[in-house]
């Protein structure tokens, strides 16, 4: 079994930080793309940020130059670092990572439970 646990949203005033941060535990041989999504109220799951084992990062364009992704492969933990937050920012967010579970064997995809981000005056 393998476990994604959110941390780190909050309530926080447009123009303000936060922080999350998603940890992996388990039955964990190594983990491949490692990202962050939101779902808004009445709105599709989209893709905020992911990152490679390697390093290579992906935004959305709503969040290029706010958001910074990054992770720590040795301890199985991907953070979402956001800045000048915005009220449209407001959403549940998700990690997700491919997680191999077993040499040889190919990855397969977790979710975390989600954490509430809300920007708002």
């Known amino acids: 079994q393998v476990q994604l646990v959110e941390s780190g949203g909050g309530l926080v005033q447009p123009g303000g930080s936060l922080r999350l941060s998603c940890a992996a535990s388990g039955s964990i041989f190594s983990i491949n793309d490692m990202g962050w999504y939101r779902q808004a109220p009445g709105k599709q799951r989209e893709l905020v940020a992911a990152i490679t084992r390697g390093g290579n990062t992906n935004y959305a364009d709503s969040v290029k130059g706010r958001f910074t992704i990054s992770r720590d492969n040795a301890k199985n933990i991907v953070d979402l670092q956001m800045n000048s937050l915005k009220p449209e920012d407001t959403a549940v967010y998700y990690c997700?990572?491919?997680?191999?579970?077993?040499?040889?064997?190919?990855?397969?995809?977790?979710w975390g439970q989600g954490t509430q981000v809300t920007v708002s005056s």
């Open positions: 997700n990572a491919q997680v191999v579970t077993r040499a040889w064997q190919s990855w397969l995809l977790y």
